[in-house]
């Protein structure tokens, strides 16, 4: 997805919340916010966001020698969904539909997004566990459970820190031995690292890879060999988040983009209102398998 | 009051909310938004957000050639206003305190402001004209009407169109041949100019001037010598609206700056919750006056 123009006050907003968090010193963050206004007066509008996003962060780790400024709020919000966990689960046990379930709880966990809000902000979490058993799905259900039975690599790209616990609860509803998780290279905002994912249980559960980057998001030129061999190889694709749908949904593989959608560029983009839960196969795969729809849609310019 | 860090994300939004309300042209939006962060990453950060409203709605008007893109919205507020004047009136009549009823009202009137939000918002407006009526007026009334009753030269330096109608009904309640309201010398967002003080009947009712100046606000240094000759001379100054909050509120002359706090910055400085309705006099004059809260805090950093 190209960036908005829209998206550049709200990456100026997030720039100044993001320093502040980090510390206190307003030389930095006029510093900071001085460099930003620069680099977004000349950015390329074409790159998505998490691109920018990529840039403000490794500035603010620059500007404040802090190589993982979010890791308390990464390990508080990992602790707190710990704790919620057994409950959540049982919830799935209990569910005539446990993949739906699964699914639903972990679009909820995509609301312990620090980008969004430069705060761990558990209200709002508990607000989206009670809303994920009501609201609609915006997405096509059969779909995703038919392709999941059908996958012989599934790989699974993970978003934030605690969101991840979430993510357990529907890797756990999936053909385990074939899925692999992978987690960006390094710390960006609260995106879920190698670390995270220990904390959490994953790595006992299914494989995990990181992608070797620092973007938030998965900007497949900047991940290692690696993983874009892996990302190659896999023949269902399930990505996590606004970031990785931002970086991922021109990409022509069969990837099913799971979020809630938290902003309303990609409210507009995605075609729903903000707050939807959202399972979206990529167009790619929706052309593929013949949707009627999608071959009328697939010259348009999207928004 | 210098710019604080927070007001940037809000000038870049303001910039592009206000282009595109001119024009459709997206080449012109994003042409706009490059040169706002280029100046805004530059800026400094000790002149008042006027400063910047300045520079970024002259850039409108150069790149879109529209020397008064506001022009019908503020028709159509004034028309608005001029509909709700006669019961507003008679509500000022039938009070028991005509004054404040009428500065209450002015204050409401304050929530026309496009610089704020981007088009004419009348649902809050008559929200607001509700709220005046029973909200805590945060100011000391007695010293307003004490100040105004002895006054010889009295200044008001009105805010917006359609706002000034609502003016109206406080100048109605001041001694009218010691009145002189001064508006801005050029169009700039939907502030009020000469032509939308006709509109509303003012200079029937009271001398009206210019300032010379195309700030949203009151940027001495930038207004006509004129006008600055007739600000010195006032004994006392109403100043409406955040704009001239912004510019005037270290001047050292008796100001009662009358206002609805709209934005979290304008609220901190002020030490109120947004949305409060504001009769602030100047710290000058509270020190002048003996108020020993200011003496003490005289000497403070203030925000």
């Known amino acids: 997805?190209?960036?908005?123009?829209?998206?550049v006050p709200c990456f100026v907003r997030q720039a100044l919340d993001s320093v502040r968090l980090v510390t206190d010193d307003e030389e930095v963050h006029e510093r900071l916010l001085r460099e930003i206004l620069r680099a977004a007066s000349e950015m390329d509008l074409w790159q998505?966001?998490?691109?920018m996003g990529q840039r403000i962060h490794r500035l603010i780790r620059r500007l404040t020698g802090q190589s993982d400024p979010y890791?308390?709020?990464k390990d508080h919000s990992t602790r707190v969904a710990l704790e919620l966990y057994p409950k959540l689960r049982a919830r799935v046990h209990a569910s005539s539909r446990p993949l739906e379930t699964a699914l639903r709880l972990a679009i909820a966990g995509n609301v312990i997004d620090m980008g969004v809000k430069a705060h761990f902000d558990e209200p709002a979490l508990h607000e989206a566990i009670e809303d994920a058993s009501s609201a609609p799905l915006d997405g096509d259900m059969r779909a995703f459970a038919e392709t999941l039975s059908g996958a012989r690599r599934i790989l699974y790209l993970a978003d934030n820190a605690g969101e991840i616990v979430f993510d357990r609860l529907l890797l756990e509803q999936m053909p385990v031995e074939k899925v692999t998780v992978a987690v960006r290279g390094f710390p960006v905002i609260n995106d879920v690292t190698i670390a995270d994912t220990q904390a959490a249980g994953i790595?006992?559960?299914?494989e995990v890879i990181d992608n070797g980057s620092d973007a938030p998001g998965t900007i497949l030129d900047d991940c290692s060999s690696e993983f874009r061999h892996r990302f190659d190889a896999a023949d269902m694709i399930v990505a996590k988040g606004q970031g990785n749908y931002e970086t991922l949904n021109e990409v022509e593989k069969d990837i099913f983009f799971v979020l809630k959608a938290k902003c309303p560029v990609i409210a507009r983009d995605l075609g729903c209102r903000v707050?939807?839960?959202i399972l979206r196969r990529s167009r790619h795969a929706r052309v593929a398998a013949g949707d009627t729809n999608e071959i009328e849609d697939a010259g348009s310019a999207g928004l």
Chains 1, 2 share one sequence.
């Open 1 to 7: 997805m190209q960036t908005y123009l829209e998206c």
């Open 48 to 51: 998505s966001p998490p691109a």
């Open 71 to 73: 890791r308390e709020l």
């Open 203 to 206: 790595p006992g559960l299914v």
């Open 275 to 277: 707050g939807s839960l």
